[in-house]
Nanobody, 125 residues
Framework: VQLQASGGGLVQAGGSLRLSCVVS????????MGWFRQAPGMEREFVAG????????EYTDAVKGRFSISRDVAKTTMFLQMNGLKPEDTAVYYC???????????????????WGQGTLVTVSS
């Protein structure tokens, strides 16, 4: 299974970007998928996640009301719509997959066994 993230770029504060994550070369019977980010010198942190079959969502508090996660089941693609971007959102964004049955989307990195390569988001002030 491969995950390919795209959509990053340079944007001014207050702007928007839409990230995509395409899953190819296989799929999962059950999976939760998530977006993480890692700023320079910082640990990788959870941003948002979705239970693929049930559709329940999780967001970190810092992005609630600004970011929206969604999926296209037929295209095995996950999206992260990012509005109202702030300079502190600057980071490399990764998509990841946590195979298995989840009653709640995991918010730590450990259950996520599959990772995309990352896409850089830079927000200027």
């Amino acid at each position: 299974v491969q995950l390919q993230a795209s959509g990053g770029g340079l944007v001014q504060a207050g702007g928007s970007l839409r990230l995509s994550c395409v899953v190819s070369r296989g799929w999962f019977a059950r999976v939760a998928m998530g977006w993480f980010r890692q700023a320079p010198g910082m640990e990788r942190e959870f941003v948002a996640g979705i239970n693929w079959s049930r559709g329940n969502l999780e967001y970190t508090d810092a992005v609630k009301g600004r970011f929206s996660i969604s999926r296209d089941v037929a295209k095995t693609t996950m999206f992260l719509q990012m509005n109202g971007l702030k300079p502190e959102d600057t980071a490399v964004y990764y998509c990841a997959a946590a195979p298995g049955f989840w009653t709640r989307v995991p918010v730590t990195i450990f259950p996520y066994d599959f990772w995309g390569q990352g896409t850089l988001v830079t927000v200027s002030s």
